[in-house]
Nanobody
């Protein structure tokens, strides 16, 4: 069964950092575009950062966390990472990674273009 598993979430104080991981199971993750998204209670799911396939590994950073996050791949570990810095209370949400199989425009980083989703990892930023 094709699966994505996120990890690395937790409770942090404002200004601290977290690095989230997304591991692919039973498929080669780097040949697909991958995105990180988040959803806070009562809000719509929004894009945080997206990366194209390994052919060019281009990245996209929507306004939500631009300047404070970096997306990267480690092909040897079949993993995509999201480094998040200077976290704020408004960043509190469930963070998901997702993979797009067909016709993904990575630059838009829109959730509706992605097909396979992980279960999510909770990030809470609070003093």
């Amino acid at each position: 069964q094709v699966q994505l598993v996120e990890s690395g979430g937790g409770l942090v104080q404002p200004g601290e950092s977290l690095k989230l991981s997304c591991v692919g199971s039973r498929f080669t993750l780097h040949i697909y575009p991958v995105g990180w998204f988040r959803q806070a209670p009562g809000k719509e799911r929004e894009g945080v950062s997206c990366i194209s396939s390994h052919i060019d590994n281009k990245t996209s950073y929507p306004d939500s966390m631009r300047g404070r996050v970096t997306i990267s791949r480690d092909q040897s570990k079949n993993t995509v990472y999201l480094q998040m810095n200077n976290l704020k209370p408004e960043d509190t949400a469930v963070y998901y990674c997702a993979m797009g199989m067909f016709g993904v425009n990575y630059s838009s980083c829109s959730p509706d273009q992605y097909d396979i989703w992980g279960q999510g990892t909770q990030v809470t930023v609070s003093s």
